[in-house]
């Protein structure tokens, strides 16, 4: 089995996270700039068996889009393009930056380290993966 890798798209910063060989678990990977995350993954792929993108879709609580989805759909469309042998899924990712942030303090981390944004986004793209896997096996 080849890797999957989780997507939290924002307009500044990609968290991004990927799975074992086994897909057992979803680890955080980096933080990059959205500008440059389909080189970043292009990097990546050149270097790892990959089969599929998820990625997490903006949505409000009562399941509509907000103002990030059109820019996260935009980028669907760009990643399907640079990685056609790739299936790309999306997730609903209501909550995780919530979730992100309570790991994050329930981390013991300094307050100077929660404040690294990028660090949040890893931690949703791991959310959004992890979350995906459970609901696969």
């Given at each position: 089995?080849?890797?999957?890798?989780?997507?939290?798209?924002?307009?500044?910063?990609?968290?991004?996270?990927?799975?074992?060989?086994?897909?057992?678990?979803?680890?955080a990977?980096?933080?990059?700039d959205?500008?440059k995350?389909?080189?970043?993954?292009?990097?990546?792929?050149?270097?790892?068996?990959?089969?599929g993108f998820?990625?997490?879709?903006?949505?409000?609580?009562?399941?509509?889009?907000?103002?990030?989805?059109?820019?996260?759909?935009?980028?669907?469309?760009?990643?399907?393009?640079?990685?056609?042998?790739?299936?790309?899924?999306?997730?609903?990712?209501?909550?995780?930056?919530?979730?992100?942030?309570?790991?994050?303090?329930?981390?013991?981390?300094?307050?100077?380290?929660?404040r690294?944004?990028?660090?949040?986004?890893?931690i949703?793209?791991?959310?959004?993966?992890?979350?995906?896997?459970?609901?696969e096996?």
């Amino acid at each position: 089995m080849a890797r999957v890798i989780g997507i939290d798209y924002g307009l500044k910063r990609t968290g991004l996270a990927v799975t074992d060989p086994l897909r057992i678990i979803a680890s955080a990977l980096e933080t990059v700039d959205s500008s440059k995350a389909l080189d970043h993954l292009r990097g990546y792929l050149s270097k790892e068996t990959v089969d599929g993108f998820v990625v997490g879709l903006p949505m409000t609580l009562d399941g509509r889009p907000t103002d990030a989805t059109a820019a996260v759909e935009a980028f669907i469309v760009r990643l399907k393009k640079a990685f056609p042998a790739q299936w790309v899924e999306t997730v609903d990712e209501r909550f995780t930056s919530r979730m992100a942030q309570m790991a994050l303090l329930s981390s013991g981390k300094g307050r100077m380290a929660r404040r690294d944004k990028g660090q949040l986004d890893r931690i949703s793209a791991t959310i959004i993966l992890q979350g995906w896997l459970s609901r696969e096996s």
